[in-house]
T-cell receptor, first 114, second 118 residues
Framework: AQSVTQLGSHVSVSEGALVLLRCNYS??????LFWYVQYPNQGLQLLLK??????LVKGINGFEAEFKKSETSFHLTKPSAHMSDAAEYFC????????????FGAGTRLFVKA | EAGVTQFPSHSVIEKGQTVTLRCDPI?????LYWYRRVMGKEIKFLLH????????ESGMPNNRFLAERTGGTYSTLKVQPAELEDSGVYFC????????????????FGNGTRLTVT
């Protein structure tokens, strides 16, 4: 069965600092991995996804994530935080098992300090 | 293209009452999902429709919850009778058909319905 663990429910960084949000997953088959972002009073929006191919995936707003199979990780990074990055971030995994149920982590709220 | 729309955006009902949530997916998206997030916890899967058929309803909490997707377009999620623990934000999401290259297609989310049961 698939599962997702996000380390840290809250992360605080200074503007301009590196953002690192951690995600580990469990999957019985090669997974599809996603990061979503949720701004207040909005639905989730896709940041980036990994399906196959290159393990370093680039997304919107300068975010990227690296799929590391040996570590079962898919950490999200951004070199320089901006105030507008303050939001809640969700890591998610889905499997090709006939259906495509997507399982989400508990979310990490990112705070950006001026 | 129009996004996924959900209504109402907020609903406050008393324990024992009935509430029906509606979701209109993106046109042409065969896959429709319902999720729920209780405050501060993970977004939990409820069920998955492919067109009008229930592909997976393993996440439905109990038989007080009934989801339908007549005609394979919009979907409704009815809670009857509502209990206090049903409070949370209910999200609907849709994605493209899997067998036309939709494998790994991301989910497109609505803004959610915040349900409060008092």
């Amino acid at each position: 069965a698939q599962s997702v663990t996000q380390l840290g429910s809250h992360v605080s960084v200074s503007e301009g600092a590196l953002v690192l949000l951690r995600c580990n997953y469990s999957s019985s088959v090669p997974p599809y991995l996603f990061w979503y972002v949720q701004y207040p009073n909005q639905g989730l929006q896709l940041l980036l996804k990994y399906t196959t191919g290159a393990t370093l995936v680039k997304g919107i707003n300068g975010f990227e994530a690296e799929f590391k199979k040996s570590e079962t990780s898919f950490h999200l990074t951004k070199p320089s935080a901006h105030m507008s990055d303050a939001a809640e971030y969700f890591c998610a995994v889905s499997e090709d098992t006939g259906g495509f149920k997507t399982i989400f982590g508990a979310g990490t709220r990112l705070f950006v300090k001026a | 293209e129009a996004g996924v729309t959900q209504f109402p955006s907020h609903s406050v009902i008393e324990k024992g009452q009935t509430v029906t949530l509606r979701c209109d997916p993106i046109s042409g998206h065969d896959n429709l999902y319902w999720y729920r997030r209780v405050m501060g916890k993970e977004i939990k899967f409820l069920l998955h429709f492919v067109k009008e058929s229930k592909q997976d309803e393993s996440g439905m909490p109990n038989n007080r919850f009934l989801a339908e997707r007549t005609g394979g377009t919009y979907s409704t999620l009815k809670v009857q009778p509502a209990e206090l623990e049903d409070s949370g934000v209910y999200f609907c999401a849709s994605s493209r058909r899997i067998n036309t290259g939709g494998k790994g297609s991301p989910l497109h989310f609505g803004n959610g319905t915040r349900l409060t049961v008092t």
